[in-house]
């Protein structure tokens, strides 16, 4: 398969990153082998097998609806780049 | 000209009452206090590991089995992948493939008559966290504040078939899902305070024609009132835009409730760009019917059966049925004065009247219980035995509603007491006749409507304690005596 560099701009664009020209072409040579390496699977025979969604075949994980101490505002806002006395600083959102 | 058909599908998002958030042991209610109620794994920080509530997926169930929806038995989460500073993982966790329920219906009942509005499905989701406006900020240009106390809080989705024909369709199916979903006790269900809510997808087509219009998404709806409105309002905008030529654009608007307009947010261009995939850290969930059962045997009874045993086994009028079974707390109050030997009828109009009344005047919750139903049905009868009439009852229920006192309580600390004593009247009928002779004359000069005013005098002189009835035999005697 192979990645365009309007697929990279296009998932650039999804992830909200910005990327040079060298990087772009960079990215979708990577990408492409990355894909390739998947694409592997896809020489095997799977009729008949049910796709894998968790590693392990457990089912039902639930807890009770009890409470539990949050954490500490701080230690919450502590790795923020950018903050307030109370909330995450972002740019500027625009609804 | 073409007469044009509205095609309404909603989407309504429900806050679920439990306790703590659907992945994590933080508080799910409402603070008004930024990031207190967050912690790694509602932050979606690396590593952190979400485990599923319990009470989440049981409420989930106990409203789709009020909603008559096909429970799965077996169903799963995914991942819904957009960028946005409410969403701190980028991602939402959500059920994309098999969601808990499918299926179901909601009946409605509006002016044109009764229909059955299918629903798509119902699937359980994580709730976003909430974005404040700041004034500095990055660059100094002013930014958004995130607080995450919300992230993660537990949200059913309740997905309807395109199948709503009007705005005003519309409206009642809004207010029937919210009336079932209070009676499951899933949700506080209020529009205002955003713990339901609802989106219109609106589109417009000419009338017979199979094929749907390009339809528009209208959120930001805050009443049932306002998703009357807005439904109306975009209908008609489709409407002159493909009457003057134009086409319906596929977009997102705001409802701009005080102007009555919505604007464009975003167009959905990237709508199929979520990339979902199954939620890794999630096992799925597996529901066996015993199970399903059980959890469907703890709903009440709904309103719909309500309504039809009240109609049926106590005559109550179809109307007073449908405003009392609307809300589950009058449905309960209603049900319970009667359990304890109230007139039907005479509850009914007390609960419609007084309790409607007091509770939109004082805005409490109906859910407080202001009034027990042990007070009323005490009320009601204090009146049928002629120990006080209905003007001092209205009083000593306005008393109970804010104090919770009994009603003898209340009577006894007013001095209530309804003179029904011929004698004690007589005295105040004869002064009322004495102090009023232009109504003596209107009376005897054939204006027999006078003998309401005397018999207000009446009232007044014994500062509300007269027995009305009485006042009026004794001064209808004297009068017919002064003939
Ligand atoms: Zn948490």
Redesign the pocket.
């Known amino acids: 398969m192979t990645i365009t560099i309007e697929t990279v701009q296009h998932i650039a664009h999804l992830a909200k990153l910005q990327l040079s020209e060298t990087e772009m072409f960079r990215l979708a040579d990577e990408m492409e082998k990355i894909v390739g390496f998947a694409d592997k699977l896809s020489e095997l025979d799977i009729e008949g097998v049910k796709p894998t969604t968790h590693a392990v075949a457990v089912q039902n994980v639930l807890r009770d609806d009890e409470l ?1 101490p ?2 500490d505002r701080e230690k919450i806002l502590q790795n923020a780049p950018e903050r307030d006395a109370a909330c995450f600083l972002v740019p500027k959102v625009v609804e | 000209m073409t007469t044009y058909e509205i095609v309404v599908g909603i989407e309504c998002h429900v806050e679920l009452k439990t306790k ?2 659907l ?4 508080a799910a209610e409402f603070s008004d206090d930024p990031n207190r ?7 979606a920080l690396p590593g952190a590991l979400p485990v599923v509530n319990r009470q989440a997926i049981e409420y989930a169930v106990k409203a789709a089995l009020a909603l008559h929806c096909e429970v799965q038995p077996f169903s799963r989460f995914d991942r819904k992948n957009y960028y946005y500073p409410d969403l701190p993982g980028a991602y939402q966790i959500t059920q994309m493939f098999h969601p808990i329920a499918k299926g179901g219906y909601v009946d409605i009942e509006t002016t044109k008559g009764s229909r059955r509005i299918r629903l798509n499905r119902i699937h359980v989701e994580a709730d976003a966290g909430k974005l404040l406006h700041a004034s500095g900020g990055i660059g100094g240009a002013g930014g958004t504040l995130a607080d995450d106390n919300r ?2 809080t537990p949200l059913i989705e309740i997905v309807s078939e395109p199948d709503l024909r009007s705005a005003e369709e519309a409206r009642v199916y809004g207010e029937k899902l919210r009336t079932i979903l209070e009676y499951a006790g899933v949700s506080d269900v209020k529009m205002e305070q955003g713990s339901m809510r609802c989106d219109a997808n609106v589109s417009v087509r000419p009338k017979g024609d199979p094929v749907l219009g390009t339809r528009a998404e209208i959120k930001n709806v805050n009443s049932f009132k306002a998703l009357e409105r807005a439904v109306n309002y975009e209908a008609d905008r489709q409407i002159d835009l493909i009457e003057d030529g134009g086409s319906v654009v596929q977009e997102t608007r705001g409802w701009d409730d005080e102007k009555g307009v919505s604007i464009s947010m975003r167009l959905k261009e990237n709508a199929h760009d979520y990339r979902y995939f199954p939620e890794p850290d999630l096992p799925p969930i597996l529901l066996d019917p015993e199970r399903i059962k059980g959890i469907g045997l703890t709903l009440p009874e709904m309103p719909e059966d309500r309504k039809s045993r009240w109609i049926k086994e106590l005559n109550l009028p179809a109307c007073d049925s449908e405003q009392i079974a609307s809300s589950r707390f009058s449905a309960e109050l209603f049900d319970r004065t009667v359990a304890l030997g109230a007139d039907p009828k005479t509850a009914a109009n007390w609960i419609m009247g007084e309790w409607t009344r007091c509770v939109r005047v004082k805005g409490i919750g109906m859910e407080t219980e202001p009034v027990k139903a042990e007070h009323l049905a005490a009320l009601l009868g204090q009146v049928s035995a002629g120990k006080i009439n209905n003007k001092q009852a209205k009083e000593v229920f306005e008393e109970m509603f804010d104090t919770g006192e009994a009603p003898e309580q209340i009577i006894q600390r007013k001095g209530m007491v309804q003179v029904s004593d011929t004698g004690a009247l007589d005295a105040i009928v004869q002064q009322v006749l004495a102090d009023h002779p232009k109504s003596v004359e209107d009376y005897r000069n054939g204006r027999t409507q006078a003998i309401g005013f005397l018999v207000g005098q009446v009232m007044k002189a014994s500062k509300g304690q007269a027995n009305p009835g009485l006042a009026n035999q004794l001064l209808a005697a004297a009068l017919e005596a002064m003939k």
């Not at chain 2, 992945?23 to 933080?26: H, K, Q, R, S, V």
């Open positions: 539990k949050s954490y | 703590t958030k992945f994590c042991g933080c109620r967050v912690c790694p794994v509602c932050l992230a993660s």
